[in-house]
């Protein structure tokens, strides 16, 4: 019985759906099946009741789904304390965007409980760099925002956030309820350097080429609207200084916090990081809960 299996199945029996286990693991669909019914022949147990709506657990894959995830734990803190014992441990985490967010904020405290003896070393990167220095080799692992170039990166998405409009509050379409970006096609926008990913530029701009001032930081972007007029993207529900309102837009994907590492590190803080930053933005956390 291999950890990769137990993984597969901890996955399906999470999802209860062959398609989104497959998804999660960033595999197709038929070897995931194969792997799964292999496990089934070889403990003797049917382990999952299959239908065209998706899975369900028999009594023998709920005792399995509980042994399978204290034993992956098991094997990743036995991995962590293996990795520290050879030597001085640290995981350098790319930061973009507010800190101050709840998700990072609970992230923070659990990765803490979880491994107290590691330093953690955070480098908070601008506007122009959306993998935080991970392409660079700066970090091991950046808490940031999608889209952007994903080549030779392993991207995991852990909150979709709706966007909106910044503009001054005393703007005549500050009090709408909801904008679209061609409403506002004859208006500056900030823009990042020439050299910026051009996925990422491409969505803060709303798709579309713009004119306006180049900015590099967040409070650059919110100086910019509130001296000239200019519009900006934003995250809905963070606060915003006095003087600037956000209005909601349509037609806009939301922007999505992910997590997201270099494909071929092997590196287990970095795999325990992504872990519980998953549960940490997981929507149906509860305020105040902790995470083990």
Avoid at 120 to 132: I, N, S
Avoid at 200 to 220: C, L
């Amino acid at each position: 019985m291999e950890l990769r299996t137990l993984r597969y199945f901890v996955a399906v029996a999470e999802e209860l759906h062959f398609g989104r286990a497959a998804a999660r693991l960033h595999m197709s669909q038929p070897p995931l099946s194969r792997a799964v019914r292999q496990l089934e022949a070889g403990l003797g147990a049917v382990l999952l009741h299959r239908s065209p709506s998706g899975v369900s657990l028999t009594p023998a894959g709920t005792v399995l789904l509980a042994e399978a995830r204290a034993l992956l734990e098991r094997a990743e803190r036995l991995r962590t304390r293996v990795a520290a014992a050879a030597g001085p441990a640290t995981l350098t985490v790319g930061i973009l965007g507010d800190g101050t967010d709840l998700g990072a904020v609970r992230l923070a405290g659990a990765f803490r409980r979880r491994h107290p003896g590691i330093e953690v070393r955070v480098r908070e990167a601008d506007l122009t760099d959306p993998t935080c220095g991970l392409r660079a080799g700066l970090v091991d692992v950046a808490l940031t925002r999608a889209p952007f170039d994903g080549t030779g990166l392993t991207v995991r998405e852990l909150r979709a956030d709706p966007v909106g409009a910044v503009l001054r509050a005393d703007d005549p379409l500050a009090g709408r309820a909801s904008l679209a970006p061609a409403q506002l096609a004859d208006r500056p926008w900030f823009r990042f350097p020439d050299g910026t990913d051009p996925l990422w530029s491409s969505y803060w701009n709303g798709g579309a080429p713009r004119e306006g001032p180049v900015v590099r930081a967040v409070q650059e972007c919110r100086q910019a609207v509130l001296w000239n007029g200019t519009v900006g993207i934003a995250p809905l529900g963070h606060d915003l200084p006095p003087g600037l309102a956000v209005v909601p837009l349509t037609g806009m994907a939301p922007s999505r916090v992910v997590a997201v590492w270099s494909r071929d590190d092997p590196n287990p803080l970095v795999a325990s990081f992504v872990r519980i930053a998953a549960a940490a933005y997981a929507p149906e956390h509860p305020p105040g809960q902790q995470l083990s």
